[in-house]
């Protein structure tokens, strides 16, 4: 074991009247959990193993259910389950809202026990399986390694481990629903009675939110690195979270606690991996500021609905059209390190120039990007697409990691100039120069210098 | 020590290559990090001497910088640093974020020993002290127990620190903008030149994005439960993230991995403090599928916009307006669960009918909603809010929460019946059937299983 986890002085009294004696004594009655508090786990322990997990295998039933519950839970059969014990996931489903959960718990809102009825839940539409769900590409890597391909089917596939007591959940939910766009309205798409169902703009749409769930043998091929470092960095960079990453390296998935993705399918579903159809695809990073509160400092929302007028139309036409909606707000630094960088940008000597765009973040954040596309293809792989007819995205970052991917996009499409924000262009010309696809000039180190964006003596208060 | 800790089989080797030996012999040299991997630390530990903290005293310098980094860092006089020793907050900074950071680090596009400059970045407006950041209710509970008051000053408050070698981050930060929203062009908002600067909706905003940090004793209390049982059930309910929540009682600070929140103010921001000017308040829970994609099953893009509106409209009459977005997605129980619950809703026998609406959500979830509002007043503490005008919402929830905290709501303002999607009936009535806010007709028992929703046959594909 560890020597550095053999100088506890936990059962001394410490500040404030909490101490390590009082967490650790706490009776089970009290929470529900464990009657000892398991810090982390080894492989060897004893009780432990894991439900046996074949990543990428071609059945549902070959590969297994995924678990990651740490609860003592009673079977349909009343046989008592200690999913700890079973346990051959690392973290919590939920991602950050694993948090509030407890929350939940504590404030006795919620009791420890409860296990969710999931009838009625299942998807309306089919998607899958696709052959994409247990391949693998040239270096033996599976096509997909950031979500859980059957994760919308638990309900049915896992059926009987569910009512054997298996705390297991879904982790994708497909729905259907309307929306109403409104830079859309007006008549701007015609009323087709299928895709768009009035004049001010409502589209009928099928949607899945997305949980991820990652490979970390995968995840590591992918990002080029070993997995024993990858696991390293992960417990490292976030203050230490989860040290079953160092000590079990038997368990090969980590639910991380980030935010997932979200897909809007206009259409036919079943066309997207259909070939012969026409497809058009948007994939967008969230960006609060402007997909919600309408920012010109960028151009995301009107991207976004650019993107959704696009499918809307290639839907039309008989295609059908996908969104897909990253949630890694502000190139996934966060948006507290966005807005210090607009900062940085708007009072740096000689204003905000297209010249320093990526230098402002890279002195904050230590890198220009954190979004990583390389993950990102693993959706599209889960609805079988097998080609692009139109991207609608300049990003070179996605185009690049659809096209690793062995996906191939046959048409870029840049959004049009007349729907750029007015202090967008600092951004807009900063990225073309640096590799953004566009089918007009490109500015040289001269000319960028030369764009500027809005000062902050325009917005008066 | 935890006999359980005691159980390492962790030098024998394992499947797939990967074992734990392969993971705790790893250089520093490949990581950046400790030579030795440490998975927890105790209080009485050798070296372990956190920086002083005082929560909520009266200044900057009394209360101590926050210190969540694990780095060994070299100061400005070339002195080595181990931030890990002196730690005074358990997590690690960008919440979620933080695992794209490793990411990052792992890819070899972030050097691990990456340090911001943060020259340009501070506040543009001045927000506090406010007396609100040191006071204590009649519980002796601070005000503000979810945030750090002085996040959005630690540039300049702990620049000593900073260049001392501890590796502290601003959790708050602070920005102007413009900002265009579609519902409010077409001279719906007279052009002031101040807050509304254009006929197409063109508006002038402060704003400011918020990361959590929680103080756990003043949480603990919050919620009514004693401190020693919030960190146990947090360890549990997350899977067994942050085993220093049990074995470091000593820290007091938690930074969770959860969205944070985002304000905007149109209008004067030093007015927000100032009880003499109007203000105007929306305090709004993120919902993506209707606050970017305009959903119709809810209100939340429709009331958001009235807020914003409602917002300007003050600040013309020589008032404020506030917009608080907290990253709360589907009542903080996340995408998944939401449209897992949508399926059930209108799967029922019956149909999506009001009297059933937060059943579905509860035998799902186990809960009617988890957003847990008692934090939620922290922020309006922070901005120095003594009394609000005009609250933009209908939920009891909110406004108890605020009252609660001791801000009086002078007047509670309904979604005008006009902005009402087609299919947000249903909830709107059960909603308001369960005590939310109205100021026109209460729906009974009969009439609530009247109400109902759009089928899925109107959803054609």
């Keep these: 074991m560890n020597p550095s986890l053999a100088t506890s002085g936990s059962s001394e009294n410490l500040n404030n009247g909490v101490s390590s004696k009082d967490v650790l004594e706490m009776s089970p009655s009290k929470t529900g959990h464990h009657d000892r508090i398991i810090l982390t786990t080894y492989p060897n322990q004893s009780g432990i193993d894991p439900l046996p997990l074949h990543w990428a295998a071609a059945s549902a039933k070959e590969r297994g259910p995924i678990l990651a519950s740490r609860l003592t839970v009673c079977s349909n059969e009343q046989e008592i389950v200690n999913n700890l014990k079973k346990r051959n996931a690392i973290g919590a489903h939920g991602g950050s809202y694993s948090i509030y959960h407890a929350l939940g718990i504590c404030s006795g ?14 998807p309306p539409v089919q998607i899958g399986p696709h052959p994409q769900w247990s391949a693998v590409d040239e270096n033996g890597c599976p096509l997909i390694v950031s979500l859980d391909a059957w994760g919308h089917l638990v309900q049915s596939a896992f059926q009987k481990e569910l009512s054997d007591g298996y705390d297991l959940r879904p982790t994708i939910a497909v729905t259907k629903a309307h929306m109403r766009v409104p830079e859309l309205a007006g008549g701007k798409l015609a009323v087709d009675g299928r895709t768009v169902l009035a004049a001010d703009g409502e589209l009928s749409v099928v949607k899945a939110a997305v949980e991820p769930i990652w490979y970390l043998p995968g995840l590591a091929t992918r990002f080029g690195v070993d997995e024993a470092r990858l696991r390293r960095v992960l417990f490292e960079e976030t203050g230490g979270m989860y040290p079953e990453l160092i000590t079990r390296p038997d368990l090969k998935l980590f639910l ?27 994939v967008h990073d969230e960006c609060n500021g402007s997909d919600v509160f309408g920012s010109d400092i960028c151009t995301c929302r009107p991207y976004l609905i650019y993107g959704i007028q696009r499918c809307v139309e290639t839907a039309q036409r008989g295609g059908v059209g996908l969104i897909v909606y990253f949630r890694k707000e502000g190139r996934a630094l ?11 940008r708007k009072r740096q000597a000689g204003g905000d120039r297209a010249s320093t765009y990526f230098l402002r973040t890279e002195v904050i954040a230590g890198v220009q990007d954190m979004r990583f596309q390389g993950l990102m293809p693993d959706v599209l792989h889960w609805l079988g697409i097998r080609k692009i007819d139109h991207f609608i995205s300049m990003s070179n970052m996605k185009y690049e990691a659809i096209v690793k991917a062995g996906i191939p996009i046959l048409n870029r499409v840049p959004i049009p100039d007349g729907m750029l924000p007015p202090d967008s262009q600092v951004e807009m010309e900063a990225k073309i120069a640096s590799g953004y696809y566009t089918d007009g000039h490109v500015a040289d180190a001269n000319e960028l210098d030369t764009i500027k964006g809005r000062p902050w003596e325009d917005l008066r208060h």
């Design 256 to 282: 991380p606690p980030i935010g997932g993705l979200t897909i809007y399918i206009f259409g036919p579903p079943e066309y997207l991996s259909d070939p012969s159809k026409e497809l058009t695809v948007r």
């Design 334 to 344: 966060g948006e507290v390190t966005k807005f210090l960088v607009y900062n940085a």
């Design 109 to 122: 809102a919620l009791p420890s026990n409860h296990r969710p009825d999931y009838a009625n839940t299942e």
